[in-house]
């Protein structure tokens, strides 16, 4: 029997807004981030979807938009679900970040000599974290807010490259997804703040 997942890209933060690097490092939502979190929460009620269970990110930024959503619910923080570790990279600028290569999907092993994770260490921890939500939790429909980086090196394990590329990671982005047989098949992409 399939499952529905919504995974979701957690608020505008400090961060963000700085243009800092922000991986296993956290700073808070910001005011934007804070009503970009009660536009995903005006989605899910419009559109009548609820859920049985929530999971987020051990990190603040994820666990605090998951409170906007569904306040006063209880939710599981699991670390497999926090953002690439970008190494001494982290808080720095954005404009430290290397260069993709012609041809390249992601920044591979290049954190790695930094003290950081590689794109498919961040893939599998991804993957491993929620096909285990998913075979070991009944609910049929399941919230987990993570982050842009771990969205995206995800959803590459699931669709080609050139749909990858059409998807907008924007803060409060949402991935739905049906599970079945230890499959993921991707369904859409919503970007609420962008819903008029």
Known sequence: ???KLYL??????L???????????????TQLGIEQARMAKKYFDESNITFESLYASTQERASDTLEIICPERPYVRLKGLKEWNFGLYEAESETLNPPHKPGETSYGDFFVDYGGESS????NRMNETLTDIMNTDEADTILAVSHGGALYMF???????EKVKEVKFSNCCILEFEFEDNTFKFIQAINPTEIA
Do not use: V, Y
């Open 1 to 3: 029997m399939s499952k």
């Open 15 to 29: 961060f963000n807004e700085k243009k800092k690097i922000q991986g296993a490092s956290d700073s808070p939502l």
């Open 120 to 123: 498919e260490e961040l893939q």
């Open 155 to 161: 959803l590459q394990l699931w669709l080609s490259f």
């Open 8 to 13: 979701m890209r957690h608020g505008q933060t």
